[in-house]
């Protein structure tokens, strides 16, 4: 880099002399700086071109990142051009486009005003659901990681494991301004991170979110409901959910049943389609009466409640400080639809996960849990026995395959 940097300063001062004083002699130097540029260059590309090579080579036969990116290629960017409303009327204008995307999703995520953390009844149904459930609990190692203040490595480990141009939040700043003036910004991060885990409030415009707006494949792109919200949150918020998300990520085999795959950390989606696979196959050579249902909540992570969320937390014995930074995270978001050439109107959000947030995924999983847990302890629900060991279902997120024995009552 100090030769390319230096070859580049020469080159320039011989493009201005040979512009001065034309003559065979400057133009020759001139020439001859360019093609050693050139060649450092060439070096470059051919070293990061097997560099590619390595790496496609020695992951040539793995199901991972580079052979999904292979199979789905990134779609191109599709305005919304047009959309139904409420009433099916067909709107073509920016701003009622916009309008009728705000409406949507103010209504979904508020879509159980009652339900409260102050609504004592509901939390009371809530704490004997899960005590049924018959969940685990923290173990007390678990307990001073998940409260102990953030530390200055902590910060620099999730900083560094982002990418740095990322789009940004409402604020507009990306993950490289904070890596440019670490030195300056890292000191404020941690004391508002570890104010938050000692009850601290967030400003009002902290929590907004900007959603972008991702059409499912194959639906009608004329609905509403058809787009996946991606909330695009201000940077130091989501560095602070990575440093709890990573701290949760050390505990989560502990709290999640095997079943569950979906965002687990040394856990893969294959697990669970082989013994599908496996189950399936056992069905059929047995010639057992069996039936395989697949589940999908609609919009799970927009419509998961709070209330559940801090009491479920709680349950499982997670320290006040790390109970008191998420409910700091969901005091009193809000969010903003972006459509080119509007404006953005924010409006409350009271429900959900927001899915952009490192911190969902995790807690997603959490708040499935009690639910799955119900499912396999119900005795009239029949799974597959094998052994001493009962297979009732697969878990990949909220995609959910029951695998069920005498079908006609379970």
């Not at 499912?375 to 009732?392: H, N, S, T, V």
């Amino acid at each position: 880099m100090e030769e390319i940097i230096s070859l580049r300063h020469k080159l320039r001062r011989l493009e201005m002399a040979h512009k001065s004083h034309l003559n065979p002699d400057s133009f020759t130097t001139l020439s001859q700086t360019r093609m050693a540029l050139n060649r450092l260059f060439l070096d470059d590309v051919g070293r990061s071109l097997l560099c590619s090579r390595q790496r496609y080579y020695s992951r040539a036969n793995k199901m991972d990142t580079p052979l999904a990116r292979l199979l789905k290629p990134r779609p191109k960017f599709q305005a919304v051009t047009s959309i139904r409303d409420e009433t099916g009327l067909l709107i073509t204008t920016l701003t009622a486009i916009r309008d009728a995307f705000t409406r949507y999703f103010r209504s979904l995520y508020d879509h159980t005003p009652t339900h409260t953390p102050a609504n004592e009844i509901l939390c009371g149904e809530i704490r004997q659901y899960l005590a049924d459930a018959s969940l685990p609990s923290l173990p007390d190692s678990s307990l001073k990681p998940l409260s102990s203040p953030v530390t200055e490595e902590e910060l620099h480990e999730a900083l560094k494991s982002m990418k740095p141009h990322k789009a940004p939040g409402p604020d507009g700043f990306t993950y490289h301004y904070y890596k440019s003036h670490f030195g300056i910004l890292g000191p404020q991060l941690l004391s508002m991170f570890n104010n938050l885990l000692d009850g601290g409030k967030l400003p009002a415009d902290s929590l907004l979110a900007s959603i972008a707006l991702i059409p499912k494949p194959g639906k009608d792109k004329n609905l509403v409901g058809n787009y996946r919200p991606i909330s695009l949150i201000n940077t130091d918020l989501k560095l602070f959910t990575k440093i709890l998300s990573k701290r949760l990520d050390l505990i989560m085999g502990t709290l999640i049943h095997p079943d569950q795959v979906g965002f687990i950390p040394d856990r893969q989606a294959y697990e669970n389609t082989r013994r599908s696979a496996d189950l399936l196959w056992l069905a059929s050579s047995r010639n057992t009466p069996s039936l395989f249902l697949s589940l999908d909540a609609e919009k799970a992570f927009d419509k998961a409640e709070w209330p559940f969320l801090f009491t479920l937390l709680s349950h499982l014995g997670f320290p006040p400080p790390f109970v008191r930074a998420i409910q700091a995270l969901y005091s009193r978001p809000t969010a903003q639809i972006i459509i080119s050439g509007t404006d953005q109107l924010p409006f409350p959000i009271r429900n959900g996960t927001r899915q952009g947030c490192p911190l969902s995924p995790a807690l997603f999983a959490l708040f499935l849990e009690p639910l799955l847990q119900h499912l396999r302890k119900d005795p009239l629900i029949a799974g597959f026995r094998l052994g001493d060991q009962e297979y009732k279902l697969s878990a990949y997120a909220d995609d959910i395959l029951l695998s069920l024995q005498q079908p006609l009552s379970s």
